[in-house]
């Protein structure tokens, strides 16, 4: 699940070079970049994206817009067992649910979700246990179709 000693040194040798640096991993499965955090300013996860990758493209260079959310829950390490939204010691590098958006219309709970994001991402440890648990949960309740739920989950962990 980890990255090929070669590619996080290539990750890292690149990244130091350049003013802005997106990691963008193409992969079927989550692959654990904690040790690369610190070094890149965002990362992007291409699920499968096909032969063509101009879906990828658009959206990278902003001909389209971005959007996207996290399936499922993106692990620290590959030593850990990814854990399920709810399970005691839920503590995920990204919860389920995480993810951003650009252009376009954004509700309040985008908006909540998004600021919630920003204020709890630490570049060398992602995201705290509350905060993790927070995000999916409110995704779940929002899944079920419980928008104010959703939206009171965010709120309560914005003001934590």
């Not at 389209?64 to 993106?74: E, M, V």
């Amino acid at each position: 699940m980890s990255l090929q000693p070669r590619d996080a040194e290539i990750v890292e040798k690149v990244c130091a070079e350049i003013k802005t640096c997106v990691v963008l991993i193409v992969s079927g499965r989550p692959q654990v970049i904690t040790e690369q955090l610190g070094s890149i300013d965002a990362l992007v996860a291409s699920w499968l994206p096909g032969t063509e990758g101009d879906g990828v493209a658009d959206v990278l260079f902003g001909d389209r817009r971005f959007t996207g959310k996290l399936p499922l829950s993106w692990p620290r390490s590959a030593d850990d067992p990814v854990t399920n939204v709810g399970d005691k010691n839920y503590d995920p590098l990204f919860p389920f649910g995480w993810g951003l958006s650009t252009g376009g219309q954004k509700s309040t709970l985008d908006h909540h979700r998004l600021d919630l994001q920003e204020a709890v991402l630490d570049p060398t440890h992602g995201v705290p246990p509350q905060a993790a648990q927070a995000i999916a949960k409110s995704d779940v309740a929002l899944l079920e179709g419980k928008k104010a739920q959703a939206l009171r989950l965010l709120k309560e962990a914005s003001e934590d």
